[in-house]
């Protein structure tokens, strides 16, 4: 995946030095993680570094630099190279929500002001990047912090630490890390896994109101009927997942008025209208307050014991500035800054994950995490839910209009990522309906599936049904950057499965209707007997072996050829 190994430079009087040691010892290892250690000079600068590597491929290294005497430096960069193939797309979080960066890494590249985490690849596999503080960054307006640029059959990806000349006068010290993915194999039977309320579900998130004492908490407001709830659930071989905060907590529950004042991070308190129902707001909570986290493991544990749950659905999982606790650093000038505090919520989430392990045949995770996937906070989860963002866009019934294809697959897959990713639809009131059945071939285009909420249920209980029938979870996928059945505006993925193939078809031209073409080759079977609309129903010619389906501006189908009814 490296065309380079990642490399520490300082630019001294224009001339680059190369930080580089000889070796890196070994100080201790163990079953889960090891540790290394390292040192190297150059310059008039000695460094030391600490790496951390753990058994999902998580890094984490800590830099120290110090002068042996006050020396000018122009830079200070970590700078590495990836081939040009291995990063066509990237994806950063930059807290803006709809507005943050996912699609395709063009000919001019990217750059960025310091942000905590991006993620360089392509369709099958990437490299993230990561860092919990900025203190002892020192920015330039003329050169940005963080740069993925392309040179020929390369991309260069360099980290500015030092953006502008900058005396180095005492020890300067950094930590940020690096993490491959996919981060784990996607199971086998990912396709089969779905959500309620869609028809034979696998798993259901039980949303707080009407159901739980306090928002995102664990006690039920009706003990009898939420185990009976439980109870008819698994009876359907349908898995439990309740909504539950692991930073954010109700300022409702009795325990927060004894610990509030060491739990709440200061700054978020939060009621949307789903929390205000409740009466309380929920309070920003620090995963790296220890407390907190034994506080909420023995109500998870209290939790599985009484009801059997199976997972919990985690709730807004982004690494949320902060400066409780041991997070954020102090300036020279008494400021206080917010640092990150990404190694925290990866803990609080591994003890977590590690529980239903211990307590659970078959557990499931899912966490929430729209437009901001944070790789470091995601291992020891199974499933991503990624589309809230779009509420905050003009959406109508056209998702093309803010999430063109390259952004799909640059944040929404789980390909390339190594989770098995939901999209959460937004449509609202009459759009749901005219919306639906597009929506269900753009994800199906990219092997995604949705939670079919906001959206129209019988549209998506329809596709169910058909891909129950086809087979869909043993098919064999050719995706449509990697087969022969698109042309032009029309991107065509195929699923082939015991002589049949269901075709995930969308038209992203602007002509407002078209008739294309498809040859049964192309197409994976070897001869066209029979194909509709597995949505919608309509039924579509076949004339000399080719398959004549008519398409309309940004419309989307899912064509079922040769069903076996």
């Not at 430079?9 to 889960?32: K, P, Q």
């Not at 990047?129 to 991309?155: F, K, M």
């Not at 869609?198 to 739980?212: A, D, S």
Request: aromatic share 12%; with cysteine.
């Amino acid at each position: 995946m490296l065309s380079s190994p990642v490399t520490l430079e300082a630019v001294i009087a224009g001339r680059t030095v190369t930080l580089r040691g000889d070796s890196c010892a070994l100080d201790a290892a163990s079953d889960t993680k090891a540790t290394l250690s390292s040192t190297a000079a150059a310059g008039g600068l000695k460094l030391s570094a600490r790496h951390e590597v753990q058994l999902d491929g998580y890094t984490w290294t800590d830099l120290s630099i110090e002068p042996d005497a006050p020396v000018s430096v122009d830079e200070l960069r970590l700078t590495w190279s990836m081939p040009r193939a291995e990063a066509t797309l990237m994806h950063a979080d930059r807290l803006k929500w709809a507005q943050n960066e996912a699609g395709a890494l063009d000919a001019d590249g990217w750059s960025s002001p310091h942000t905590h985490f991006f993620w360089l690849g392509n369709e099958d596999r990437g490299l993230s990047w990561y860092t919990e503080s900025d203190q002892h960054w020192v920015a330039s307006e003329d050169r940005p912090a963080l740069e993925a640029r392309p040179e020929g059959d390369q991309v260069k990806v360099t980290i500015r630490l030092i953006a502008q000349p900058t005396e180095i006068s005492s020890k300067l010290t950094y930590g940020f890390g690096m993490m491959a993915t996919p981060i784990r194999p996607k199971p086998e039977n990912a396709r089969r896994w779905r959500m309620a309320p869609g028809v034979r579900p696998t798993f259901k998130v039980i949303w707080p109101n009407g159901n739980m004492k306090y928002y995102g908490h664990t006690e039920p407001i009706d003990p009898e009927e939420f185990a009976q709830q439980v109870k008819d659930a698994h009876a359907q071989g349908c898995l439990v997942v309740p909504y539950i905060n692991l930073n954010f907590v109700s300022a409702g529950v009795p325990e927060y008025g004894y610990y509030g004042k060491r739990w709440y991070d200061g700054v978020r308190a939060v009621t949307p209208s789903d929390v205000a129902q409740m009466g309380h707001a929920s309070m920003g909570v620090c995963p790296s307050i220890r407390d907190w986290q034994d506080y909420i493991l023995y109500r998870i544990n209290e939790m599985i014991d009484r009801y059997e749950v199976d997972g919990i659905y985690i709730d807004c999982w982004g690494p949320y500035p902060c400066t409780v606790g041991t997070c954020g650093w102090q300036d020279e000038g008494g400021k206080m800054h917010p640092t990150r505090p990404i190694r925290a919520y990866r803990e609080l989430l591994r003890r977590v994950y590690t529980l239903f392990y211990e307590k659970r045949p078959d557990p499931l995770m899912m966490i929430h995490m729209s437009s901001q996937v944070n790789i470091p906070m995601l291992s020891f989860n199974h499933t991503l839910l990624d589309g809230e963002q779009f509420r905050s866009v003009p959406l109508q019934d056209d998702y093309l209009e803010f999430m063109p294809p390259e952004m799909v697959r640059a944040e929404f897959m789980g390909h390339n990522y190594g989770l098995v990713d939901f999209f959460l639809p937004e449509f609202r009131g009459e759009y749901g309906k005219t919306g639906t059945a597009t929506l269900a071939a753009y994800l199906l285009l990219h092997d995604i599936t949705a939670w079919p909420i906001w959206s129209d249920i019988e549209q998506w209980n329809r596709l169910y049904e058909a891909a129950d029938a086809f087979g869909l979870e043993k098919a064999e996928f050719v995706p449509y950057w990697a087969g022969a059945a698109s042309a032009g505006p029309l991107l065509v993925s195929t699923y082939t499965h015991n002589g049949a193939a269901m075709l995930a078809a969308v038209y992203t031209g602007e002509s407002p209707r078209v008739t294309i073409a498809f040859e049964a080759g192309a197409l994976g079977v070897p001869t066209l007997r029979d194909a509709r609309d597995a949505i919608r129903g309509d039924h579509f010619e076949i004339r000399d072996n080719r398959l004549q389906v008519p398409f309309e501006r940004h419309q989307g189908r899912v064509i079922w050829v040769n069903p076996n009814d």
